[in-house]
């Protein structure tokens, strides 16, 4: 009878905690977590944080108080992770992830970028700080919620932002792109005729002529295909050697339309052969 009785009591106890699991709320957090991600050149930059609302509070020196540090976001410490090395308003920051205070004042902030990436307020230790910067904050159309933004980035140079009510604070993320790239080209160089190949593109873009050229002629020397014909046919052009760069964009359109993989700048090479044309040939016609 007592085995019974146990039994029966087990089975009520576990009902009641099934029930108790499944009758458990899931509701909108005030704050909700965030995060941007954003590759600038080379580095990913990215930022984890909470986003809480104005929801008609006064916020500056109120909900935020003047003159402390604060975790710029809410619930845990607001975190930024650099894939590489970067240089913030002149400061060198090594790759890694750290933890983003800021304090506001009536006339300007400091923002702080500190080694410990999980430390609250509570926690913040300043002999920590990678960095302090002061900046003048910037007024904006309102923004309910507090939101973080990468803008205005290129290959090198980004700028990450804060917003929230009516108050915008930037700071500027250098990243060493090109030393990054020449690097990864050098170590790349013993590859195929494309590893040769877009390192010349990519010296192409940077305007270094010469140096994309010699990278051209490698990989023509590794396997002559259309595509760096065609790269080496730019190239010249730049260089002012029309005459040259028509000759192997003849050569990318003839080795262009035999490939079974694609021919994906024909529209482009075969207006530069009509334009790179000599004079003489185009009277023939």
């Known amino acids: 009878m007592k085995k019974v009785f146990l039994k029966n009591a087990l089975i009520i106890l576990s009902a009641f905690q099934i029930t108790n699991v499944s009758a458990q709320l899931v509701l909108p957090q005030p704050s909700p977590k965030a995060s941007v991600l954003q590759t600038v050149g080379l580095t990913d930059i990215t930022i984890d944080y909470s986003s809480p609302g104005v929801k008609s509070r006064n916020i500056w020196g109120d909900v935020v108080p003047f003159d402390k540090v604060w975790r710029a976001g809410a619930n845990t410490a607001t975190k930024i992770t650099f894939s590489k090395d970067v240089t913030i308003e002149g400061t060198i920051v090594p790759k890694g992830s750290y933890s983003v205070f800021m304090i506001p004042t009536k006339t300007d902030w400091t923002i702080i970028i500190n080694k410990n990436a ?89 305007k270094d002529f010469d140096k994309a050229l010699t990278y051209a002629n490698q990989s023509i020397s590794l396997s002559e295909q259309w595509f760096n014909n065609w790269v080496k046919a730019q190239i010249l052009d730049a260089k002012g050697l029309k005459a040259d760069a028509y000759k192997h964009a003849v050569k990318a359109k003839e080795l262009g339309d035999k490939n079974v993989q694609g021919f994906f700048y024909k529209t482009q090479v075969e207006k530069a052969i009509d334009e790179w044309k000599p004079a003489d040939t185009k009277k023939k016609k």
């Open 118 to 206: 999980t430390a609250s307020v509570d926690e913040y230790k300043q002999d920590l700080d990678v960095l302090r910067l002061i900046t003048k904050p910037s007024t904006i159309n309102n923004r309910e919620r507090l939101a973080y933004m990468v803008t205005d980035f290129s290959e090198e140079l980004a700028t990450i932002s804060m917003e929230w009510e009516k108050v915008k604070v930037s700071f500027k993320v250098t990243c060493e792109t090109n030393k990054q790239a020449v690097e990864n080209i050098d170590k790349a160089i013993g590859g195929t005729w494309s590893t040769y190949n877009n390192a010349a593109r990519y010296y192409f873009d940077k």
